[in-house]
T-cell receptor
């Protein structure tokens, strides 16, 4: 079992550009959540996808959007990048049908906006 | 809004001593409280969790206590070892029979000195 995998691991973008980050959930999981972790801070919830729909959303602007595919993998898109978007982006997967909601995290994508 | 406060932000102990990290949550609907350990450059990993119908849970050297009335929960690590050095995050979530978004604390950097 490969666990949760994210790509790419590192990325450098210029202000104003757009970026797409990818996540493959743990085998058997159907729910994907995205978090932004700034340096020295706890992860902040961006949104969660289940059955290819955004189910919950945190306090992030519309520049942040996502998608979930039929195979449960997910993408996070960020438009019009700002310097403040530099962070570690974490994907977490879980299984919606169980009350046990343990979330498994990927290793993250380190995004640097210059 | 939903908020989790975590203290202390840094904690230094001697090997063999105990370490205690405390968190307070604001959303009374929260019913799931996981603790994650994040080593430098690595993904957050679940070390223990507790649900709101339980007051205490123990797993070898790690224990978590929950006081629902006061909205407090704590992580206790006994007989600390140098490999316990990492950043620890508490989190709170409201879970039905599906996954819920995790609200994280700011993290505690634990240093265990040999």
């Amino acid at each position: 079992d490969a666990g949760v995998t994210q790509s790419p691991t590192h990325l450098i973008k210029t202000r104003g550009q757009q970026v797409t980050l990818r996540c493959s959930p743990k085998s058997g999981h159907d729910t994907v959540s995205w978090y932004q972790q700034a340096l020295g801070q706890g992860p902040q919830f961006i949104f969660q996808y289940y059955e290819e729909e955004e189910r919950q959303r945190g306090n992030f602007p519309d520049r942040f959007s996502g998608h979930q595919f039929p195979n449960y993998s997910s993408e996070l898109n960020v438009n019009a990048l700002l310097l403040g978007d530099s962070a570690l982006y974490l994907c977490a997967s879980s299984l919606a049908s169980r009350e046990d909601t343990e979330a498994f995290f990927g290793q993250g994508t380190r995004l640097t906006v210059v | 809004g939903e908020n989790v406060e975590q203290h202390p932000s840094t904690l230094s102990v001697q090997e063999g001593d105990s370490a205690v990290i405390k968190c307070t949550y604001s959303d009374s609907a929260s019913n799931y409280f996981p603790w994650y350990k994040q080593e430098l450059g690595k993904r957050p990993q679940l070390i223990i969790d507790i649900r709101s119908n339980v007051g205490e849970k123990k797993d070898q050297r790690i224990a978590v206590t929950l006081n629902k009335t006061a909205k407090h929960f704590s992580l206790h690590i006994t007989e600390t070892q140098p490999e316990d050095s990492a950043v620890y995050f508490c989190a709170a979530a409201e879970v039905y029979n599906q996954g819920g978004k995790l609200i994280f604390g700011q993290g505690t950097e634990l240093s265990v000195k040999p």
